[in-house]
T-cell receptor, first 109, second 115 residues
């Protein structure tokens, strides 16, 4: 299972674009990259998943370089409600087994 | 997106009693369900993995006789905390892997307080 490294915390302001980068140097060929968002006292919420290049959905984009040793979650025009902990997970069927500390994102007015 | 529901969301029980938490996948079939616990300001810790119709696989350090997991159908898994003690108080979260893919969806979590 690939270990992931994320910044412990980040601050930004409403309306800004926020990019959170995750390092996963030992990613395997079959591994996917998945990001979750968690609010206090709630279960994690699936945000986005990708394998390579760029993936975009209605809430975020995921950028994955060719070597796949890192990935960047991009949140466009954040609001106060985006304040949460964001987790990056890497793996195939077992990617949910190990959860890192995540990145605590604080959005300021 | 797919919905996973947990019940109850909050429960208080007396020390020594048992409490059951249910996890249901509401709009999809889940071949595998997972149970986690999370202490305040900490990350999720996987407790066990259960496949429908078979015994759960517990992570190291998790007592299988204390945390009973039943996965009777493709849409329901239960976690029973037996002989609960105050140190079992925690936030318990379940997740389910969609049968059609490898995306995993989480329940809302259940707060257990043992007094």
């Amino acid at each position: 299972l690939a270990k992931t490294t994320q910044p412990i915390s980040m601050d930004s302001y409403e309306g800004q674009e926020v990019n959170i980068t995750c390092s996963h140097n030992n990613i395997a060929t079959n591994d996917y990259i998945t990001w979750y968002q968690q609010f206090p006292s709630q279960g994690p919420r699936f945000i986005i998943q990708g394998y390579k290049t760029k993936v975009t959905n209605e809430v975020a984009s995921l950028f994955i370089p060719a070597d796949r040793k890192s990935s960047t979650l991009s949140l466009p025009r954040v609001s106060l409600s985006d304040t949460a902990v964001y987790y990056c997970l890497v793996g195939d069927e077992d990617y949910q087994l190990i959860w890192g500390a995540g990145t605590k994102l604080i959005i300021k007015p | 997106g797919a919905v996973v529901s947990q019940h109850p969301s909050r429960v208080i029980c007396k020390s020594g009693t048992s409490v059951k938490i249910e996890c249901r996948s509401l709009d999809f079939q889940a071949t595998t369900m997972f149970w986690y616990r999370q202490f305040p300001k900490q990350s999720l810790m996987l407790m066990a993995t259960s496949n429908e119709g078979s015994k759960a696989t517990y992570e190291q350090g998790v007592e299988k006789d204390k945390f009973l997991i039943n996965h009777a159908s493709l849409t329901l898994s239960t976690l029973t905390v037996t002989s609960a003690h105050p140190e079992d108080s925690s936030f318990y979260i379940c997740s389910a892997r969609h049968r059609a893919g490898n995306t995993i969806y989480f329940g809302e979590g259940s707060w257990l307080t043992v007094v």
